[in-house]
């Protein structure tokens, strides 16, 4: 989900970072068809046309609509966001800056509306019939979040995905895995004298007058800094490195209110065959082997998982999203073997009338059925597998609920008001202390983004800052 710029700026391609790139999205339907959603949109059209003559048409229109709304939007996403609430020269200033800023968007402010405000579902049905073709667009507005395609806000969670493909870079596989991108950034940064410690769990933000002043680790070492730069998830760091004594109580609560609750879940598999996906093929799909696949026949099928987990439970029917790098990148897997990585939903955080420890097992047979319905003897082909549920999530990367954006990236939950109002801007109520990772606007995502941001605001205080630390 990295845009140009933000790879560009920090130099990742001549850093080791290599994109290993991906074609299509195949997405077998109950009648034993497929629709695939090509970047070739010949292709993509073939495969509605299928289904309904009037989608594929329509096709062409819904493209050039989503491309005008992105370039909006995108452009959107690296502007710091302004306070609305500010009545002082400083707020004045900003508002009527963004607005001579964005001035040209006119008539499209409408069409943007919309995209914040509608589901996907009512969205999607301005230009298509069928309801499998509905689901295969949609199918991103559910991945990461407790909403599904009927829920009200999640037309934007589809254009937050469609954002991340930065037609200038294309998308697929990091070479060597995501954990290449953070490598690139390291071989960047190092370059610049910058020093990278990991396996050490930071205690405390040590604050001092009101500003930061450095941190203090859980083994005792003490950091001094003219600055502290996090991208823990903002619970974390304010509750519990900073402290509630600290901060205003109303940011406080307003934190408390930032929705976490997450339902999404992640296998780790690794098998001794290639997964062989029934009604693939490979001529239609223009794909040698299916580059990103949603398991989720029709809008009605991702519904009734929905209402799995609105009422408590794991998904009976669960909606997957099986990858195969191994297929593009050689170098995670020893030949003939392959890793699957399989994204899904629903799992919430917590069970209504039952505990994780006793349903972990049942639910993994619950998504092996359905790997197996659509990649006949799929489970029999695992070596190993590791199964991360939200509480997991929580427990290994520390992040509430074990929700993998950070928290909801609905509109109520972006611009001036993630993590919290008045604190968007990626600076907190204490001096020298800024929010760079996916807790602030505009979310999550592998994307480089709200760090981008937050450089660009550390820079702006730099001199302040310097001659506080004097
Ligand atoms: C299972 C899963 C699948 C995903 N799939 C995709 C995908 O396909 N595409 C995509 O673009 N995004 C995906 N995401 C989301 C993406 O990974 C995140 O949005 C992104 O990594 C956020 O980056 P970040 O730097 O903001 O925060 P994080 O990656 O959450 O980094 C925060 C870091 O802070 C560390 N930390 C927390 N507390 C402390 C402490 N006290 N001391 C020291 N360190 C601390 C954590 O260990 C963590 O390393 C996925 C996430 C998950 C979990």
Request: aromatic share 10%; charged share 20%; net charge neutral.
């Amino acid at each position: 989900m990295m845009p140009k710029r933000v790879i560009d700026d920090l130099d990742l391609f001549n850093n080791g970072l290599k994109i290993l790139p991906c074609k299509g999205i195949f997405h077998p339907t109950d009648d034993g068809g497929s629709i695939v959603v090509h970047d070739d949109p010949a292709i993509t059209q073939r495969s509605f046309a299928r289904l309904s003559k009037k989608d594929a048409e329509a096709y062409a229109d819904f493209n050039a609509y989503m491309a005008d709304a992105t370039t909006v939007v995108r452009g959107m996403m690296f502007e710091t966001p302004l306070d609305p609430s500010r009545r002082d020269l400083k707020g004045i200033k900003d508002l009527a800056s963004f607005a001579w800023k964005h001035r040209k968007i006119g008539g499209k402010f409408f069409r943007l509306a919309d995209l914040f405000t509608m589901s996907s579902y009512d969205f999607l049905k301005q230009w298509f019939e069928n309801e499998s073709i509905i689901c295969a667009l949609g199918y991103q507005s559910s991945i990461g979040t407790f909403a599904s395609l009927k829920s009200p806000g999640s037309a934007y969670v589809l254009l937050h995905h469609v954002l991340a493909h930065d037609p200038d870079v294309g998308w697929g596989f990091a070479e060597g895995g995501m954990g290449a991108i953070s490598q690139a950034i390291r071989n960047m940064g190092e370059k610049h004298g910058m020093t990278v410690k990991t396996n050490a769990p930071v205690a405390r933000v040590i604050v001092n007058g009101g500003r930061a002043t450095g941190v203090a680790l859980e083994n005792g070492e003490v950091y001094e800094a003219r600055l502290v730069a996090s991208n823990a998830h903002a619970k974390p760091l304010f509750e519990k490195l900073v402290g509630a004594e600290h901060l205003p109580a109303e940011m406080m609560k307003d934190l408390k209110r930032f929705r976490t609750f997450s339902t999404a879940f992640k296998l780790n598999i690794a098998v001794d065959r290639i997964p062989q996906f029934k009604g693939f093929d490979p001529a239609a799909a223009g794909m040698d082997y299916p580059d990103f696949t949603h398991l989720a026949p029709d809008v009605d099928y991702m519904e009734r998982a929905y209402d799995d987990a609105k009422y408590g439970w794991y998904s009976q029917r669960p909606f997957l999203s099986p990858v195969v790098p191994t297929v593009h990148d050689k170098t995670l897997a020893p030949e003939g073997k392959h890793i699957v990585n399989i994204f899904g939903g629903h799992a919430p955080y917590e069970l209504k009338n039952g505990i994780w420890a006793n349903e972990r097992e049942n639910f993994t047979k619950t998504v092996m059925a359905v790997m197996d319905a659509f990649v006949p003897g799929f489970s029999s082909s695992i070596i190993d597998m590791q199964v991360l549920l939200p509480p997991d999530l929580e427990q290994i990367i520390g992040l509430p609920h074990g929700h993998i954006f950070h928290g909801e990236i609905t509109p109520d939950q972006l611009f001036f008001k993630r993590p919290v109002p008045h604190y968007a801007d990626y600076r907190s109520p204490i001096a020298g202390l800024y929010q760079c990772g996916s807790s602030s606007h505009p979310g999550g995502g592998v994307t480089g983004v709200p760090g981008t941001n937050a450089a660009r605001e550390i820079l702006r205080d730099w001199p302040k800052l310097k001659k506080l630390a004097a």
